[in-house]
């Protein structure tokens, strides 16, 4: 009975003790993801002021520009000309009230209207969108698969073989996506004729382009890796797995790798908003379809609502996708996120 009752006070004890140490769990885990969205909401207000204040810097009467470029011909307008410009703009209103309601048609998922093709810009960057998805997700997934196998093959060998490795890596990171573009061009669609020398559809018109955006960033990703790597297969639990009789393929790519893929992570995030920004010389050397080349036409042609809706678009995908590598941080290595 001693016992008993001793240890009933102890346990209403434990329990709040454990109730508050998994609130502070909890907290930890929240704490840096509400960071990213705050840090997020902030780049998108930033891109997107930088985006309103360009349409201001538009030389000359803003209605003059508009008309100019919808006609394509730069001459002096009257007054009844402008008249319906200014009144679809909004251009008689302050700059404040402009760049409100500007702000507020961006929470409502309105980018502003074409100068040239008189459209809503969503539906004209809509119908290019997937073109660059599929473009940049494939560069992406063929960056990973060459530095898991680049690195998992050299990683911790023989000297030689470490520093060939390590050379590849500053190599491939230092190539030019424009030059190595047409070298595979030369090559493998002239050349060799393997894969259709220009647009194409399918994987053969697909794999030429995004192999020129996966290798700069695959020896961005070994850089970042081949470091890590080397330093997890020196930890305890990988002498450990040895003894247990493990080989060393199955120890790097089940082990090792899951620890060493951190820094390509962090640089998987950045990799998205880079390779649609490199999608635009990508797309212009293969003439495939895309923002990219919706880009160009919009910046020669001067139709800035293009010009700017791209931008946002392109800083929203960048930092959903590093408020979704802070989310896959606390998932691979919960460390992280305690620490």
Known sequence: MTLTSSSEPALEVRAPARASSSRSRLGRRVRPLVGSVGSAIIVLWGAATAAFLAQLALPGDR??????IRTGQ????????????????????????????????????????????????WNIISEQLGATLALSLSGIALAWLIMVFWVTLTAVRSPRIRAF????????????????????LLVFALQLRWFPVMGGSGIEGLLLPALTLAIPLAGFMGQA?????????????VLSARMRGMGDLEIRLRHVLRHASIPAITLTGWAIGATISGAVIVESIFSRPGIGD???????????PVVTGIVVLVALVYVLANVLVDILYTIIDPRITTS
């Open 63 to 68: 209605a003059t520009a508009i008309l100019n």
């Open 225 to 237: 890796t081949r470091a890590e790597f080397e330093r997890v297969l020196q930890q305890p639990f």
């Open 294 to 304: 919706t880009l160009v036409t919009a910046v020669s042609s001067q139709d800035l």
């Open 165 to 184: 490795g390590s050379g590849v890596d500053t190599l491939a990171a230092g190539l030019p996506p424009y030059w190595l573009g047409i070298l595979l």
């Open 74 to 121: 730069a001459q002096q307008r009257t007054p009844d000309e402008l008249a319906p410009i200014i009144a679809q703009y909004g251009l008689d209103q302050s700059v404040l009230t402009q760049y409100l309601g500007y702000l507020g048609g961006l929470l409502r998922g309105d980018l502003g209207t074409s100068y040239q093709q008189f459209r809503p810009v």
